[in-house]
Structure formats: C-alpha cells, structure tokens
C-alpha cells in the first residue's frame, strides 16, 4: 500500500459519506418534542427572538411577548401584562424548552441563550413560520420598540 487512495474506492466511499451526513444524528431530537416546543405561540415567539439574537434576559423577552400580545409598543407594557408573561415563561415555557435542549436558562441571570438542539428547531420553525407565523416572527426578530418609533 503506497498510502494513495484508489480511485475507485474514493467514489464509494464519498458516495457513503454522503448519505451518512443525509441521516440524522442520534443525537437529533424526533419530530415529537420538536413539534411539542413549537406547539406553543409563546414558545415559538421566544424561538424566533433566539433567530435574531442568541442571547436573551427573561425580563426583556417577557416585555417583548406581552408588547406582541397586546399590540402595543414595549414601553407601553404594563406590570400586570408583563408579568403574567413573565410568570408564565419562567414556570412553564422555559422549563420546557430545558428539557428539549433547545434552550439554556441561566438561574443566578436569567439569562436565556440557544442549546444544543437549538439548530434543529429553529431550522424546522423557519420552515413552517415563513407564512403561519409571519407577523409573529416578524415582530419577535425586531428590535425592541424600533416598530413604534
């Protein structure tokens, strides 16, 4: 063996690398719990702001779903609606993005930024958000009150 590779099996094996890369990893979530974490338009908002800017405080995100909800410019988000928002991110739709690896959430700053099955998500929520969720997506990937300005 001189260490040059056949050409014959250069084909083959290029060929087989090809369709390895086409199957997913096992590291891939199933199409269940991706379908699961999207499930929620509150969820899918905090997705599309993580398309924009990987990195997020619970408190700003919060401000920004209850401006979309209740169309109005973030300054004019009220405590009351801000944290109903709040609340309910931190118990029940971060946690639940955790758990899918989609996201992490920092305790100590609240801080919320993308996981490892981030990529995944986010690919399967460009996919079916370019017409469903259009203004959804369109507000979450905006600067915060740059619309009202």
């Not at 017409?131 to 009150?145: F, G, I, W």
Request: glycine letters at 4%; hydrophobic letters at 35%; charged letters at 25%.
């Amino acid at each position: 063996m001189t260490g040059e590779p056949d050409p014959s099996e250069e084909v083959t094996s290029d060929a087989s690398a090809s369709s390895e890369n086409q199957l997913p990893s096992v590291d891939i979530l199933e199409i269940e719990p991706v379908y699961e974490a999207l499930g929620h338009p509150r969820r899918r908002y905090l997705c599309y702001t993580l398309l924009e800017d990987t990195e997020w405080s619970l408190s700003d995100l919060a401000t920004k779903i209850a401006a979309w909800e209740n169309d109005v410019p973030e300054h004019e988000v009220t405590e009351n609606h801000h944290e109903g928002v709040y609340v309910s991110l931190y118990h029940a739709h971060v946690p639940k993005l955790v758990d899918e690896g989609v996201i992490t959430f920092g305790e100590a700053t609240e801080t919320i930024t993308t996981a490892e099955h981030a990529e995944q998500v986010m690919t399967a929520l460009e996919g079916i958000g370019a017409s469903l969720d259009a203004n959804q997506e369109t507000h979450a990937r905006s600067e915060m009150d740059e619309q009202e300005d």
